[in-house]
């Protein structure tokens, strides 16, 4: 059986976690602790030289990085129901979407990021709680005009596609960092129309067993 790598609140795993559960594949889940540092332990740092989760091991061993890559990858392997569509424009713009989310909000807002912030730049919970809201406002008032084109059930699909696999968790995320969603009315009903499946429920964070119990 394959193995994830993650943690419960890790974005980036939450992503991992949807698209597994919505392809149908159980995993082995593994916890990397990444409030105790974990990640940049030895151990880790042999699956993933950055030093992040998710990685994702295959049954040969093969440790495969970068939540996008290891969608990519399951989508490859487990064909149905795909992740991503075959017409070339629709496909494009949502991986355009889903990067939105994976490369310009989520990395300025990851723990390292964070923890440099309040090192080198002297922020405190305040400092940091404002840099995470804009820069995660700024990216989805981009995107709430994009989803703002189409009335889809989804971003731009009867079902859910990569996008979704991203939004859900970021949005997660908004939620903790006390982002006002009223501002993404499309953005906020499609991640209840997510949340109301199973699969997504499956992924969820508090769904995951190294998350705590209260
Ligand atoms: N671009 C990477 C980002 C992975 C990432 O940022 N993971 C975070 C958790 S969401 C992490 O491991 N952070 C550990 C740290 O910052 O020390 C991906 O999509 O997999």
């Not at 997510?194 to 067993?209: D, I, N, V």
Request: aromatic share 8%; with cysteine.
């Amino acid at each position: 059986m394959m193995k994830l790598h993650g943690y419960w609140r890790s974005s980036a795993s939450y992503r991992v976690r949807i698209a597994l559960a919505l392809k149908g594949v159980e995993v082995e889940h593994a916890a990397v602790n990444l409030r105790d540092g974990e990640q940049g332990e030895a151990e880790h740092k042999a699956r993933n030289p950055q030093g992040f989760v998710p990685v994702l091991e295959l049954e040969d061993g093969t440790e495969l990085t970068q939540s996008l890559a290891i969608m990519d990858y399951l989508d490859a392997t487990f064909r149905e129901p795909s992740l991503m569509p075959g017409e070339p424009i629709l496909r494009s713009k949502i991986l355009s979407a889903s990067l939105i989310i994976a490369s310009d909000v989520s990395p300025i807002q990851n723990l390292s990021v964070l923890r440099y912030l309040r090192a080198e730049y002297e922020q405190d919970d305040h400092g940091v709680t404002q840099w995470v809201r804009h820069w995660i406002s700024n990216g989805f008032s981009a995107l709430e005009r994009i989803a703002a084109e189409s009335d889809t059930p989804f971003l731009l699909t009867d079902r859910p596609m990569f996008f979704e696999c991203c939004l859900v968790p970021q949005v997660y995320n908004a939620r903790r960092y006390g982002v006002d969603m009223a501002r993404f009315p499309r953005l906020s009903e499609i991640d209840a129309r997510c949340r109301g499946l199973p699969e997504f429920q499956r992924a969820a964070p508090e769904s995951q067993a190294d998350a705590p119990s209260e």
